[in-house]
């Protein structure tokens, strides 16, 4: 993945991640259910933020794996 793509992807969750965060701290409304759990889209989007941060991280040359010792 490109340096663009990740970046682009890495924008993309934050956003996802920070509307999610809004929707869910929303009061509940009984008459009108929420149709979209907020909460597990919330913890893909921030984990898929984190991945991107490493990938960034690895691109810009910090190995971030295990140690390998060949």
Known sequence: MTLT???IV???AAGLFAFGS???AQ???PLNPRLI???PVI???G???LLM???LVNLMGVSTGPARTH
Request: charged residues 10%.
């Open 5 to 7: 793509t990740t970046l």
């Open 10 to 12: 890495l924008a993309a």
């Open 22 to 24: 809004w929707r869910a």
């Open 27 to 29: 009061p509940a409304d």
């Open 37 to 39: 759990p907020w909460r």
């Open 43 to 45: 913890i893909v989007a």
């Open 47 to 49: 984990v898929a933020a």
């Open 53 to 55: 941060v490493v990938h």
